[in-house]
């Protein structure tokens, strides 16, 4: 046996230790949620695995392979015992034979398979919770665009109101973590391809999916003290052929609070969001711009700086009062990131609609969009801009038919300093001024 064979065996053996990705049984749902999950002492209850054969729920552990999270929980379409398997093939599937669930029949506009739900109640300490995870596919790249999408969804639920959201989406926007959404062409740089089809080759990477995310982040602005479900939900959609699944990264599961979150996450954010811009076709800000917004965000301002910006506020203030004394005016407040107001704001806003004379000599509407000073000012630009026109078709839905001229403000005129919570939440708003 020649020297050269020799040491060629040696370096693929130790390959194959080094790289691969290790998949093992699920002991206890109070394991894997508070023991692999669970970052701090995040209060936790009604711990239910609903759906799914057993062999579709792991828990995982990775020495180097391509998949970019150490550990956690895998939920599968198929066996997750096929994840780590060199990427021989184009399209490995292992139908379950277990039904879809209702709630991804509705987001995938059909039936689906192979469902695996993972569900439980927490109670947040702060007013954010998040978790990292990666979503990898067998569809990845033969059907990007091409209607078949195996779906996915992290449903974050108020036990208080049932109302939910889905986290599974691109950051900022509605559309959901799928592979049309990431893939070589559109938000590449979340996307890492897996398609070097080389048996055997010492190179190839263990794992068995075409397409795998880089670490992406669900979060949500929640209210602390308050009960909440989280449902982890993955199924084929169309058919149970072609695999899909989901990491959740073990010790990311956590409660922060808002300025913390936003702080280590700053980075993330901006990228999807210098993506989004470039897929809209607008031109996105240059690095110089990036880093001269965080400078303003992040340093210390000295104290002549925070006079100036103080007396700032105060003449936004007081021009704001003046100008409510003149015309017919009111405010409408919206959550963190959001454009569109909660229930609440919406019903005590017809309220105050109502209360608007008939007879009024109104000249025109000014409808006037704000945000708080979190992300770029290009984001808050456009999210200004979303709060206002939301305001505007509210006023045509309810058949007010004065002249509107709808303007977006971005973080420019704060009514409050935006040093605190409290201040930031006043700076989230829409003026509506009937001017007469």
Do not use: C
Request: charged content about 30%; glycine content about 6%.
């Amino acid at each position: 046996m020649s020297k050269k064979f020799i040491i060629a065996v040696f370096l693929l053996s130790a390959f194959t230790v080094r790289a691969q990705l290790l998949i093992d049984e699920i002991k206890t749902l109070d394991h894997v949620i508070n023991d692999v999950l669970i970052k701090g002492d995040l209060e936790t209850r009604n711990l239910d695995y609903t759906r799914g054969a057993r062999g579709s729920f792991k828990l995982f552990e990775n020495e180097n392979s391509i998949l970019p999270i150490k550990r956690g929980v895998v939920l599968s379409t198929g066996s997750a015992g096929i994840i780590p398997m060199q990427n021989v093939e184009t399209g490995a599937s292992g139908s379950m034979g277990v039904p879809g669930d209702p709630d991804l029949d509705r987001v995938a506009k059909g039936v689906t398979f192979d469902a695996t739900v993972l569900t439980f109640d927490f109670v947040p300490e702060q007013n954010t919770i998040s978790f990292r995870y990666v979503f990898g596919s067998e569809e990845y790249p033969e059907y990007v665009n091409r209607g078949f999408n195996d779906v996915f969804v992290f449903y974050l639920i108020d036990l208080k109101t049932q109302e939910r959201r889905n986290l599974a989406v691109i950051p900022n926007t509605d559309e959901p973590i799928s592979i049309d959404n990431i893939n070589s062409e559109r938000y590449s740089q979340f996307y890492i391809d897996n398609t070097n089809f080389k048996p055997m080759s010492v190179a190839q990477k263990t794992i068995e999916f075409d397409g795998i995310t880089r670490p992406l982040i669900a979060y949500a602005k929640v209210e602390p003290g308050r009960a909440y479900r989280i449902k982890i939900a993955i199924a084929d959609a169309g058919d149970s052929r072609y695999d899909s699944a989901v990491f959740l990264e073990g010790g990311s599961f956590q409660s922060q609070d808002e300025d913390t979150f936003v702080m280590e996450n700053r980075r993330y954010f901006e990228q999807f969001e210098k993506e989004r811009l470039k897929i809209e076709g607008e031109e996105p800000l240059t690095q110089s711009e990036i880093e001269k917004q965080e400078i303003k965000v992040l340093e210390p301002e000295s104290k002549d700086l925070t006079e100036t910006k103080n007396e700032e506020v105060k003449t936004v203030e007081k021009a704001e009062k003046t100008q409510e004394k003149k015309n017919f005016e009111y405010a409408i407040y919206f959550g963190f990131d959001k454009n569109i107001p909660n229930e609440n704001q919406i019903a005590r806003f017809a309220e105050w609609l109502d209360k608007v004379p008939d007879d009024l000599n109104v000249k025109e509407v000014k409808i006037e969009g704000h945000t708080d000073n979190k992300g770029t000012k290009n984001y808050n630009q456009k999210l200004s801009y979303q709060r206002a026109m939301w305001v505007q078709n509210y006023l045509l839905d309810n058949d007010v038919e004065w002249e509107m001229a709808p303007k977006a403000f971005d973080f420019s005129k704060p009514a409050s300093n935006n040093d605190s919570e409290e201040g930031r939440a006043k700076n989230r708003r829409v003026r509506i001024i009937f001017v007469q």
